[in-house]
């Protein structure tokens, strides 16, 4: 008798220890709240969970999140889904509307847990000279 193990290969977009900057193209000159539509947009799924709960989530905890609230899942799905969903890569935070259109850095810490900080603030000119901290830019825009 054969037994023949599948592994499913789990990918991840969390970072450690690192800032990601705004991209270097964006039009924004300061950290603004993504406009309220009635129905929600990524960024403003984004903005309120990471807003509403600094480091509290990692970035693969919010991007599964949004994700489940869009495609309608219950709780009860999420450990099949979200095993489904990262077992292909995803893209991370550094295309997130947050940081390419709204003026957010987003911060990773020691854990993963992630913060988000207006470009315009003190906290986010602190991550930018920190060098313990690993500094990414968000990716430009295609157009």
Request: charged letters at 25%; glycine letters at 6%.
């Amino acid at each position: 008798m054969q037994i023949i193990s599948i592994m499913t290969k789990i990918h991840t977009t969390n970072y450690f220890d690192t800032f990601i900057e705004v991209a270097p193209d964006t039009k924004a000159n300061s950290g603004t709240p993504p406009p309220s539509k009635e129905k929600k947009t990524v960024a403003q799924m984004q903005y309120e969970l990471i807003g509403n709960n600094p480091y509290k989530f990692s970035s693969d905890d919010v991007l599964f999140q949004v994700y489940a609230d869009r495609n309608g899942l219950k709780e009860s799905e999420y450990k099949q889904a979200r095993e489904q969903f990262f077992s292909k890569g995803q893209p991370c935070l550094r295309t997130s509307p947050l940081t390419k259109t709204y003026g957010y850095g987003i911060h990773s810490n020691k854990n993963g847990k992630i913060a988000l900080y207006g470009m315009e603030t003190r906290e986010y000119a602190n991550f930018i000279t920190d060098s313990g901290v690993v500094k990414v830019k968000a990716m430009k825009s295609w157009k």
